[in-house]
């Protein structure tokens, strides 16, 4: 099963509550999740480990409430323990564009490319999760993905 919510501007906790509702449903059943998330809960690159979320330069304050509804989510994820999931952090820059197949996996930190971009067409972010749906790499575990 794959997943990619967004609640309305001022009822961004709901991606928690959807999370828990979500891996209440799916306890017990097999059923293997993947989850599109945001990006605010990757690692500023170089940073030691502050959250995308947390600066000011990377989330401005328009999308901070939705980034910390993504913070909430992912932790909701990283409690459990019955179903296997994982979760998909976009990079930066996630917009349509042209199907390549190319791609770069990483775990917690912001992927970039030499030229500083960091970002994915919606195409090649679709072919990453069927590609994991296919390959089940990362279990119980956040990743993110960009162009490569």
């Known amino acids: ?35 599109v998330g945001g990006a605010g809960s990757l690692t500023v690159p170089g940073s030691g480990g502050r959250l995308l979320v947390d600066d000011p330069a990377c989330v401005p304050a328009g999308w901070r409430d939705i980034a910390l509804g993504g913070v909430g989510q992912l932790d909701v994820f990283r409690a459990e323990e019955q ?23 990483g775990r917690d930190e912001l992927l970039v490319g030499a030229d500083g971009s960091s970002m994915i067409s919606m ?23 960009v162009t490569g």
Do not use: K, N
């Open 1 to 35: 099963m794959i997943t990619a919510t967004r609640p309305p501007r001022g009822r961004e906790e709901e991606l928690a509550s959807a999370a828990r509702g979500l891996l209440a449903g799916l306890a017990g059943s097999g059923v293997r999740l993947l989850v």
């Open 83 to 105: 179903v296997d999931w994982a979760y998909v952090s976009p990079p930066a820059v996630l917009e349509p564009g042209t199907r390549t197949g190319r791609y770069r996996l």
């Open 123 to 145: 195409e090649d972010l679709a072919v990453a999760l069927v590609d994991e749906a296919g390959t089940g790499r990362f279990r119980r575990e956040r990743f993110t993905v």
